[in-house]
């Protein structure tokens, strides 16, 4: 079992920066993928970020390249998703979650994840 506890949501203007955090108990964090994703209302929930268990790789969603940076800190057993420039259609539930099925993948899609932080809103006004 896996508690995941998603933070850092505010309101901020168009153009600024916000750091997500997602905070791991339970299992042996460290051995397993990481992911982020956002749902806005009416919409499906889309894939944002993923993160191996090492760190080393990392993989983003067209519509996020460039701006935002997933990462973690195994020690602390975090994870975090730095955006930056930051644009009204980002605006969404960012909810983190954790793949304990296969360590090596590192998974693009929301059925690969199967534990999932309550999420956190980000409001970007124009």
């Known amino acids: 079992q896996v508690q995941l506890v998603d933070s850092g949501g505010v309101l901020v203007q168009a153009g600024g920066s916000l750091r997500l955090s997602c905070a791991a108990s339970?299992?042996?964090?460290?051995?397993?993928?990481m992911g982020w994703f956002r749902q806005s209302p009416g919409k499906e929930r889309e894939f944002v970020a993923a993160i191996s268990w090492t760190g080393a790789n990392s993989y983003y969603a067209d519509s996020v390249k460039g701006r935002f940076t997933i990462s973690r800190d195994n020690a602390k057993n975090t994870v975090y998703l730095q955006m930056n420039s930051l644009k009204p259609e980002d605006t969404a539930v960012y909810s983190c979650?954790?793949?304990?099925?296969?360590?090596?993948?590192?998974?693009?899609?929301?059925?690969?994840?199967?534990?999932w932080g309550q999420g956190t809103q980000v409001t970007v006004s124009s």
């Open positions: 339970g299992r042996t964090f460290s051995s397993y993928a």
């Open positions: 979650a954790v793949d304990t099925s296969s360590p090596l993948r590192v998974g693009v899609n929301e059925y690969e994840y199967d534990y």
